[in-house]
């Protein structure tokens, strides 16, 4: 992916041939731009305009246009433009990947904490509606830590290991959600992205005020069925016991996420922190394994 971006986005990662089939990934000095700033903190005026370039960038880049390998199924792949095939298609990876397989051993847990899979059936419905749009390339994962701003100040992007080709709108959403800016700020972003991809490739920014809500919306929900997951992988110990210093972080990040998705049809109202702790502890203490340990 780097090497077909290389002449075609600015301040990424170069790639460096050493020998047959050899390659190394140059090292960008700096530091990431979550490490100098508090976490909801706005962008500077030359980052905010390295951040539009960056989205411009993308937005010219058209499906099947680099050569790179795509790991998706063809059969996974929504017609050229049609955004809500696009988000239909994510909602179906989030529900039969991550809730129904890899989540299957904590449905339990899920259940506890009022989570089903309601909030992706009516998120389904929802992509019926959006607007079409011309796909371009997506980073896929714009947060601050994908970013790191060298001694000159220049912001530069890395870790492109999810990009995709897709609907430009959702990685706006992405990014809006990964930083949560303050709402000021988090409007001037919008108005940096809409000048930037719009007068990159005309027409990719129709209708995304009104989509722009859904999308975030699946964002909201796609982060509490992996935060859900994430947590009871990082409370398993080898010995089955309960780890009670990682239980309060566990709890508050996810307890975040539900709070931060209440408000998505079909999401339950976000339980306490302590509510949330309780259901963690629940799930740990009540597994078999942990019960013939305990006797």
Known sequence: MLTALRGRVRRIPEIIGVGPGVWLQGFIEGATLGSDAAPRAPLSALHSEQLGRLFSEMAVIETDELD??????PE?????GDSGGFLAGLVRFTHERVYAEHGAPYHALFERLGVDTAPLEKLALSAERLEPRPFSLLHGDLHRENFIVDPHGDLWTIDWELALFGD???DLATHLHL???????????CRIWQSAVEAARPGATEGWRQDLPVLLEYKRVQSVYTDVIRGALALEQPEDALDRRTLPEVAR??????????????????????????AYRWWVTSRPSFTASAS
């Open 179 to 189: 930083m949560r800016y303050q709402a000021d700020e988090e409007v001037r972003i």
């Open 253 to 278: 990040q996810v307890q975040l996420a539900l709070a931060a998705a209440q408000e998505v049809p079909g999401m339950p109202t976000a339980p306490a922190l302590h509510e949330v702790a309780r």
């Open 168 to 170: 430009p709108l959702y």
């Open 68 to 73: 790179v390998d795509r790991i998706c199924l």
């Open 76 to 80: 996974d792949r929504p017609e050229e």
